[in-house]
């Protein structure tokens, strides 16, 4: 007989879904709604998402229950999250709230209900290999999230179902119009984790005041005023204000490195980026999904949600980190994400970018 299983609802038609898979299968469902920030204002809509939650618990027949984890979030996830800021990083929450939230509180909170499962929304595949509980990518390469996935805990993913691996999200949207969930068609969440779609730079100043110093190009020319260094991540484009500068060719720019030590930000234009490209990185300590490895080995990574992946050695170091080099030179490598580490398909584990090797007087942080 199927085993018993809670699904995290979060009022969404990916949760949904996987809640109405897993009931038509033969298991026992119940579903439990998570809420993590409670800040109540105008981009907030957890009241709204709990509410659409309860419709699609009723409409299965399958009972709901509610926690909040709001003062955990905080010390587990925000809190380092504020931290990796002031040191000038750009960090990921989503894959620290999936480790110590998600996959950590509310799945112990599952088991505590009495189900020896717990489900979710993701688009991921987990299989059981020879090795223990493996992690896969999706079947639809544009939706999979492994990448916000890697640092489950691995006893943790042999708990865990993930119902829509194997589907695309128009399959999803049909299954659930058909099934009359009225979620079918409701619009995407996108944003961070906690602070959903509300105006970036304006939330991260009422934690992080700015400090204004100078954007300059790498020889040292002053271009403009930056509004503080938190505020800019490697690679970005927008919200810089350069406009035509004298002397320059008519191209974008782009933010190639942070020098915290002259509260400088560098950047350069488009037929310059390569400047600061990097052929290697070094990545903090390396959780492992599979076997651990302590010898060279190739495999594809991913140091952004959705980029393609790419080819590189893994020199795994003594210290439980590892240099990564590059068949191609990658752009934007930031330190505070994450390098993810692929083998026909399986995610491997992976770790934080510390730092990008780059041939230049300007290295950024």
Same mark, same amino acid.
């Given at each position: *007989?199927?085993?018993?299983?809670?699904?995290?609802?979060?009022?969404?038609?990916?949760?949904?879904?996987?809640?109405?898979?897993?009931?038509?299968?033969?298991?026992?469902?119940?579903?439990?709604? *998570?809420?993590?920030?409670? %800040?109540?204002?105008?981009?907030?809509?957890?009241?709204?998402?709990?509410?659409?939650?309860?419709?699609?618990?009723?409409?299965?027949?399958?009972?709901?229950?509610?926690?909040?984890?709001?003062?955990?979030?905080?010390?587990?996830?925000?809190?380092?999250?504020?931290?990796?800021?002031?040191?000038?990083?750009?960090?990921? +929450?989503?894959?620290?709230?999936?480790?110590?939230?998600?996959?950590?509180?509310?799945?112990?909170?599952?088991?505590?209900?009495?189900?020896?499962?717990?489900?979710?929304?993701?688009?991921?595949?987990?299989?059981?290999?020879?090795?223990?509980?493996?992690?896969?990518?999706?079947?639809?390469?544009?939706?999979?999230?492994?990448?916000?996935?890697?640092?489950? %805990?691995?006893?943790?993913?042999?708990?865990?179902?993930?119902?829509?691996?194997?589907?695309?999200?128009?399959?999803?949207?049909?299954?659930?119009?058909?099934?009359?969930?009225?979620?079918?068609?409701? +619009?995407?969440?996108?944003?961070?984790?906690?602070?959903?779609?509300?105006?970036?730079?304006?939330?991260?100043?009422?934690?992080?005041?700015?400090?204004?110093?100078?954007?300059?190009?790498?020889?040292?020319?002053?271009?403009?005023?930056?509004?503080?260094?938190?505020?800019?991540?490697?690679?970005?484009?927008?919200?810089?204000?350069?406009?035509?500068?004298?002397?320059?060719?008519?191209?974008?720019?782009?933010?190639?490195?942070?020098?915290?030590?002259?509260?400088?930000?560098?950047?350069?234009?488009?037929?310059?980026?390569?400047?600061?490209?990097?052929?290697?990185?070094?990545?903090?300590?390396?959780?492992?999904?599979?076997?651990?490895?302590?010898?060279?080995?190739?495999?594809?990574?991913?140091?952004?949600?959705?980029?393609?992946?790419?080819?590189?050695?893994?020199?795994?170091?003594?210290?439980?980190?590892?240099?990564? %080099?590059?068949?191609?030179?990658?752009?934007?490598?930031?330190?505070?994400?994450?390098?993810?580490?692929?083998?026909?398909?399986?995610?491997?584990?992976?770790?934080?970018?510390?730092?990008?090797?780059? %041939?230049?007087?300007?290295?950024?942080?």
């Amino acid at each position: *007989m199927p085993a018993s299983v809670i699904v995290g609802l979060s009022g969404g038609v990916d949760s949904a879904v996987a809640a109405l898979l897993l009931r038509d299968a033969g298991h026992e469902v119940q579903g439990l709604y *998570m809420s993590n920030w409670e %800040e109540q204002d105008a981009y907030c809509t957890n009241a709204q998402d709990y509410q659409d939650a309860r419709v699609v618990a009723h409409e299965l027949g399958i009972v709901l229950h509610r926690v909040s984890f709001a003062e955990q979030y905080r010390a587990r996830v925000f809190d380092s999250f504020l931290q990796d800021y002031r040191a000038g990083r750009t960090p990921n +929450p989503d894959v620290l709230c999936n480790r110590e939230i998600k996959f950590g509180l509310c799945l112990r909170y599952a088991a505590r209900l009495g189900a020896p499962l717990f489900a979710t929304g993701h688009y991921a595949r987990r299989a059981d290999s020879a090795d223990g509980p493996a992690l896969f990518q999706a079947r639809d390469p544009g939706k999979d999230q492994s990448y916000f996935l890697h640092a489950i %805990e691995r006893a943790s993913l042999a708990k865990v179902r993930f119902p829509l691996g194997e589907l695309c999200k128009d399959e999803v949207r049909e299954r659930a119009r058909r099934a009359g969930l009225p979620v079918h068609d409701k +619009p995407d969440s996108t944003g961070i984790c906690f602070i959903g779609e509300r105006p970036f730079a304006q939330f991260l100043e009422r934690y992080l005041p700015g400090t204004p110093g100078s954007i300059e190009t790498p020889e040292g020319r002053v271009l403009a005023r930056h509004r503080g260094l938190h505020f800019y991540t490697l690679g970005q484009r927008a919200g810089l204000q350069l406009g035509g500068a004298r002397g320059c060719a008519a191209e974008p720019w782009y933010v190639a490195a942070k020098d915290p030590a002259r509260n400088a930000l560098i950047v350069v234009q488009r037929h310059a980026r390569h400047q600061f490209e990097a052929r290697s990185l070094t990545v903090g300590p390396l959780h492992w999904l599979c076997t651990v490895r302590a010898t060279p080995f190739r495999a594809e990574v991913r140091l952004r949600h959705r980029q393609p992946l790419q080819a590189a050695r893994v020199r795994p170091g003594i210290d439980g980190g590892a240099r990564l %080099e590059f068949d191609e030179p990658q752009q934007a490598a930031t330190p505070g994400q994450y390098a993810v580490l692929y083998e026909q398909g399986r995610c491997l584990g992976g770790g934080v970018i510390l730092e990008p090797h780059i %041939e230049d007087a300007v290295r950024p942080i």
